[in-house]
Nanobody, 125 residues
């Protein structure tokens, strides 16, 4: 599956933004999906994951209660709604898909089927 991320930008601290990741290819619902981010000088980190149906989600501690991952299988798109943004959320955000019929958890182990191209989020203080 090919992924196209969008929605990044510049936002003030406390603001909100929604990232989108559109997938092309068949059987989108058979892919676990997730979002990663990479801040300057830091390693890429896993931020959130969502199950095939969207019924199960996971968040890293630093974004719990502020970010929401969701997916619309009819539109082959996964979203990351980000609220109460902080300067430390500044990073390039990447969406990722598993290999077919793998859960999002495999993303955390570096088992990535495909990456989106990344979209920049900058949060100003």
């Amino acid at each position: 599956v090919q992924l196209q991320a969008s929605g990044g930008g510049l936002v003030q601290a406390g603001g909100s933004l929604r990232l989108s990741c559109a997938a092309s290819g068949r059987s989108f619902s058979s892919y676990g999906m997730g979002w990663f981010r990479q801040a300057p000088g830091k390693e890429r980190e896993f931020v959130a994951g969502v199950s095939w149906s969207g019924g199960s989600t996971y968040y890293t501690d630093s974004v719990k209660g502020r970010f929401t991952i969701s997916r619309d299988n009819a539109k082959s798109t996964v979203y990351l709604q980000m609220n109460s943004l902080k300067p430390e959320d500044t990073a390039v955000y990447y969406c990722a898909a598993t290999r077919p019929n793998q859960t999002w958890y495999s993303l955390t182990r570096g088992d990535i089927g495909s990456w989106g191209q990344g979209t920049q989020l900058t949060v100003s203080s």
